[in-house]
């Protein structure tokens, strides 16, 4: 199983970015997906989450408004479409999964709910 993040770059506060998590080897519309970041010097934090099938998609309380996550069977990737950034989103972003993680829940943000990892996208948000 191998995950490829990808999308990130510098944009200016206020700005969009849409970040990619493609996979090879699982099928994504069958498992959840969880988006993760992690800033210089803090710890790596849940993000986003969406589940296999209809289940529910959840959001941190800091992108909650301004942030979307969804899924393209088709291409088996999983997209968080951000917008209004600021300057504190500025960090390194994860995708993940495991083959037993299908649907999103309070336990998202757990680092050991997930055995595939993507290399990480950095986005830097400054003027």
């Known amino acids: 199983v191998q995950l490829q993040a990808s999308g990130g770059g510098l944009v200016q506060p206020g700005g969009s970015l849409r970040l990619s998590c493609a996979a090879s080897?699982?099928?994504?519309?069958?498992?959840?997906i969880g988006w993760f970041r992690q800033a210089p010097g803090k710890e790596r934090e849940g993000v986003s989450c969406?589940?296999?099938?209809?289940?529910?998609?959840v959001y941190t309380d800091s992108v909650k408004g301004r942030s979307t996550i969804s899924r393209d069977n088709d291409k088996n990737t999983v997209y968080l479409q951000m917008n209004s950034l600021k300057p504190e989103d500025t960090a390194v972003y994860y995708c993940a999964t495991d083959r037993h993680f299908k649907i999103c829940d309070s336990y998202y943000g757990y680092l050991y709910v997930y055995d595939y990892w993507g290399q990480g996208t950095q986005v830097t948000v400054s003027s």
């Open positions: 080897g699982l099928a994504l519309d069958v498992h959840a």
């Open positions: 969406i589940s296999s099938s209809d289940g529910p998609t």
